[in-house]
């Protein structure tokens, strides 16, 4: 148990479904990432919310909507996704430190969605 | 963007070996970690790594921050079958910020053969 729960776990969904992803963490940080995880291929960051602002976003296509309502919980909207989105969606989450304080950046991970877009 | 050279991409070992695998950037990093990955989980911090020369353990992993801040390693001892996963190494580039997402290398799968 690493304190990031991310669900659903496994999500099926057609090119034309909106759906979305869901991921809390219980560890008291205040960043909070999405990366994508596709086969034989590094982990991507996609996005990074530091104390609910957006703070990158890595050229992800529109079809991937970020939403941080609170430190706490953290959102990917998805709609009309391609079947090459079809990858392991990870959360990830750590305290922010300012650059002057140590910019230490551990990072703790909730288990994934394993989305298969058809 | 930043790239991290992970090798090797795969090692099969008999129970008992240690394990040694690597880490290499063509840029300076402020931070490395280590991760690994079991089937159906998200990674899993094993060792986090904050000063050039730095050589931390944890149980039968050492890893260390190589001189020049541009590469790590990652040693297992005596492997055991738990051992089995993919181990990632991930960093933060010298500009990073305080709360940038970091650079994954591609992972190095670890199979244990009987």
């Known amino acids: 148990e690493t304190g990031v729960t991310q669900t659903p776990r496994h999500l099926v969904m057609g090119m034309t479904n909106k759906k979305s992803l869901k991921c809390e963490q219980h560890?008291?940080?205040?960043?909070m990432y999405w990366y994508k995880q596709s086969a034989k291929k590094p982990l991507e960051l996609m996005f990074v919310?530091?104390?609910?602002?957006?703070?990158e976003n890595n050229s992800v296509p529109s079809r991937f909507s970020p939403e941080c309502p609170n430190s706490s919980h953290l959102f990917l909207h998805l709609h009309t996704l391609q079947p090459e989105d079809s990858a392991l969606y990870l959360c990830?989450?750590?305290?922010?430190?300012?650059?002057?304080?140590?910019?230490?950046?551990?990072?703790?991970f909730g288990p994934g969605t394993r989305l298969t877009v058809l | 963007g930043q790239q991290l050279n992970q090798s090797p991409q795969s090692m099969f070992i008999q129970e008992g070996e240690d394990v040694s695998m690597n880490c290499t950037s063509s840029?300076?990093?402020?931070?490395w970690l280590w991760y690994k990955q079991d089937p159906g989980e998200g990674p899993v911090l094993l060792i986090a790594?904050?000063?050039?020369?730095e050589l931390t353990s944890n149980g039968r992993l050492t890893a260390q921050f190589g001189i020049t801040r541009k590469d790590s390693f990652l040693n297992i001892s005596a492997s055991i079958p738990s051992d089995v996963g993919i181990y990632f190494c991930?960093?933060?580039?010298?500009?990073?910020?305080?709360?940038?997402?970091?650079?994954f290398g591609k992972g190095t799968h670890l199979i244990i053969q009987p």
């Open positions: 840029s300076i990093f402020n931070t």
């Open positions: 919310y530091s104390l609910e602002e957006r703070v």
């Open positions: 991930a960093g933060r580039p010298l500009s990073g910020g305080g709360a940038d997402g970091l650079t």
């Open positions: 790594l904050y000063k050039a020369g």
């Open positions: 990830a989450s750590s305290q922010d430190r300012t650059r002057l304080a140590g910019g230490f950046n551990e990072q703790f």
């Open positions: 560890l008291g940080h205040n960043a």
